[in-house]
């Protein structure tokens, strides 16, 4: 028999049954280094990442069977068949992996997720995996500003006057962090903010907006005259980042560094490194409604100064780009991202 590490639509027991019927004894898998995603063509494939980890599970299958997965899979078009080690509760094992080489990301075929997280749930997949894949769902991908008639908050006075919008503030050193645009706005900038500042035990300011909250306060609106909590952060700290979400076509993996303390940026670039992404400092290739220069911006207007990062859907844990959570909750990049702007605190003079 023939082992086979299945992570895609293989996983379902029925479609096993009706296309490799001699396939027995799976067992769950993992494949390390290596990252999950569907492709431009709607099924799953596998690329090289460092520290990922994709689950899965072990067949083994007959030579007839696997003559008709290689068919089956379209090899060495579509797929090609390749030797690796997976880990399982046996010990590390060498089986057939089948691969793609196509990784631009895509939208699963109709029906072939389903299958997929049905097979992880029967196989007892971890439920931040099952979690993870529901994240390619394109129902649950990360989306603009849902159109509305209704004017918004012209000020952040009229913003704060929302019961359901939640501002927060917590002083500790003179360094600080800040995400106004928290919440259910520019999703998990909060989460970070608050998970750096409590590591590097600085300061924090957030404003948290409820789930799919419509309207998108400039930053340059925020004044400290209209909130005493604001007031109080920038007059207690030195230097700040302030922590945002932005989305562009072919920037996924770029971390734009804006603001004022061009010093500060660069300090930040230095010591956010995770692997796969780029910290931007050039302005010139920030695109200029995302430079965060205003002058009335909060974090320019900190005592020594600040500087803007501009954070995508993938590294802040919500693109299906992410992968899953680990034990805190946190995508890989994400706790990649917390570790290096605590890193920055601590050594910022």
């Keep these: 028999m023939q082992p086979y590490f299945a992570y895609g639509s293989n996983l379902n027991v029925a479609q096993m049954a009706r296309r490799c019927p001699d396939a027995v004894d799976p067992l769950p898998a993992t494949l390390a280094d290596h990252d999950w995603l569907i492709n431009e063509r709607g099924v799953a494939t596998v690329e090289p990442s460092v520290g990922a980890e994709v689950h899965g599970v072990l067949w083994h299958v007959s030579d007839r069977d696997l003559d008709v997965l290689d068919s089956a899979e379209g090899v060495p078009v579509r797929y090609r068949r390749d030797s690796m080690v997976v880990q399982t509760e046996r010990g590390p094992l060498r089986a057939w992996v089948y691969i793609d080489h196509r990784v631009e990301p895509g939208a699963p075929r109709e029906g072939y997720l389903e299958r997929i997280i049905e097979g992880a749930r029967h196989h007892g997949l971890p439920q931040r995996w099952v979690e993870f894949l529901h994240r390619w769902d394109p129902a649950n991908w990360p989306r603009g500003l849902a159109p509305t008639d209704t004017p918004g908050p012209q000020s952040l006075t009229e913003l704060l006057a929302d019961p359901e919008i939640d501002e927060r503030c917590t002083l500790r050193s003179s360094f600080g962090f800040l995400a106004i645009h928290g919440g259910g706005l520019e999703r998990m900038t909060d989460v970070i903010a608050e998970r750096a ?153």
């Design 197 to 349: 500042a409590e590591a590097a035990g600085a300061s924090v300011y957030v404003v948290h907006h409820p789930v799919d909250y419509p309207y998108h306060l400039s930053s340059a609106a925020y004044r400290a005259d209209e909130s005493a909590r604001l007031a109080e952060f920038l007059d207690h700290v030195d230097h700040a980042i302030s922590l945002h979400g932005y989305g562009r076509i072919g920037r996924s993996t770029h971390l734009l560094a804006g603001g004022a303390d061009r010093d500060l940026a660069a300090h930040v670039a230095r010591h956010v490194s995770i692997p796969g992404f780029q910290v931007i400092t050039d302005l010139d290739a920030i695109p200029r409604e995302l430079r965060g220069l205003h002058p009335d911006n909060p974090v320019n207007r900190t005592r020594r100064g600040g500087m803007q990062l501009e954070l995508t859907p993938r590294v802040r844990g919500i693109s299906p780009r992410s992968g899953p959570a680990g034990d805190d909750g946190l995508a890989r990049p994400t706790a990649a991202l917390i570790d290096g702007l605590v890193a920055a605190a601590h050594h910022w003079t």
